[in-house]
């Protein structure tokens, strides 16, 4: 596709149960990032890959959270023991790698912890 | 601690009229900014970007000016039309970090 694809993109699970959401970004991007957007609220930073580097993960708010992202393509945000509070929107986005460069977003994933 | 803000949560114009909204930001580290619109249900999509050497940039009818000593942006959308009826954020960033900083957004409503 010509766009980032993002799956599922309705999620409802049960306080406690673990959650997967898919990013497919966009073919020839090298940066992939993860945010979230809470009911009223901006985006907020999640993470970040790069290429093979190390991906920057300073915006995970606990260690229930975590991302993968394998062969330099496809991302999967792992959310363990879901909590109330993680019901939000989840937002990918890529890039081509050059500092300034344009992120486009997927249509995103509505999370909601019951 | 939010280094983006949209102080105005929506805004209402009449079709034909300029359209503006306002964003500022307190990192002085910022050297990129962004606009991106946003229907429901779809993620946001890229409009217009400035970079922190340059005071304004035009697009069509979607032109972004930069105030660095103020630490403001602002978007101008003229003639608004119907279709621009949508959330509106403000993101900045640190060259090389390619991470966005996003303010809260902005609903603008265009009246016909």
């Known amino acids: 596709g010509a766009g980032v694809s993002q799956s599922p993109s309705n999620k409802v699970t049960e306080k406690g149960k673990d959650v997967e959401l898919r990013c497919d970004p966009i073919?020839?991007?090298?940066?992939l990032y993860w945010y979230r957007q809470s009911l009223g609220q901006g985006l907020e930073f999640l993470i970040y890959?790069?290429?093979?580097?190390?991906?920057?993960k300073s915006g995970l708010p606990s260690d229930r959270f975590s991302a993968e992202r394998t062969g330099g393509s496809v991302s999967t945000l792992t959310i363990q023991r879901t909590q109330q509070e993680d019901s939000a929107v989840y937002l990918c986005?890529?890039?081509?790698?050059?500092?300034?460069?344009?992120?486009?977003f997927g249509p995103g994933t509505r999370l909601l912890v019951l | 601690d939010q280094q983006v803000k949209q102080n105005s949560p929506s805004l209402s114009v009449q079709e034909g009229r300029i359209s503006i909204l306002n964003c500022d930001y307190t990192?002085?580290?910022?050297?990129?900014f962004l606009w991106y619109k946003k229907y429901p249900a779809e993620g946001p999509t890229f409009l217009i970007s400035i970079s922190s050497i340059k005071d304004k940039n035009e697009d069509g009818r979607f032109t972004v000016f930069l105030n660095k000593s103020a630490k403001h942006l602002s978007l101008h959308i003229v003639p608004s039309q119907p279709g621009d009826s949508a959330v509106y954020f403000c993101a900045a960033s640190i060259a090389g970090t390619n991470k966005l900083v996003f303010g809260a957004g902005t609903i603008l409503r265009v009246k016909s």
């Open positions: 986005a890529s890039s081509f790698y050059r500092g300034e460069e344009t992120q486009y």
């Open positions: 890959f790069q290429g093979n580097s190390a991906p920057d």
């Open positions: 990192n002085s580290m910022f050297d990129y």
């Open positions: 073919s020839g991007h090298t940066a």
